[in-house]
């Protein structure tokens, strides 16, 4: 079984920033692909950004390109997203998850996921 705890969430102005982390036990960290998915009220979850297992690719959503950073540390077990440019439209809950599939990228889909974090609320107001 896999862990994962989200935090670095909160409340911020438009246009401010914020760095999440999610921590990882339970299985060898180095061995999962990590994403990020997000889920407004009303909404579908959806991929935000993701990092493979075997060479650190990232992949990201485009409507979040060139605001959001995905990246890993592998000695600390975390992933981490850093997002800039915070908008009153990236209110959501924010969700870490990984692949144990060891797939050669990432896979933008929910349903290929195997754990999930239980998400950070990402709040940003106008």
């Known amino acids: 079984q896999v862990q994962l705890v989200e935090s670095g969430g909160g409340l911020v102005q438009a246009g401010g920033s914020l760095k999440l982390s999610c921590a990882a036990s339970?299985?060898?960290?180095?061995?999962?692909?990590m994403a990020w998915f997000r889920q407004a009220p009303g909404k579908e979850r959806e991929f935000v950004a993701g990092i493979s297992y075997s060479d650190m690719s990232t992949y990201y959503a485009a409507f979040v390109k060139g605001r959001f950073t995905i990246s890993r540390d592998n000695a600390k077990d975390t992933v981490y997203l850093q997002i800039h440019s915070l908008k009153p439209e990236d209110t959501a809950v924010y969700y870490c998850?990984?692949?144990?599939?060891?797939?050669?990228?990432?896979?933008?889909?929910?349903?290929?996921?195997?754990?999930w974090g239980q998400g950070t609320q990402v709040t940003v107001s106008s």
């Open positions: 998850a990984a692949d144990i599939k060891r797939r050669a990228g990432v896979a933008v889909g929910f349903r290929f996921y195997d754990y």
């Open positions: 339970g299985r060898t960290f180095s061995t999962l692909a």
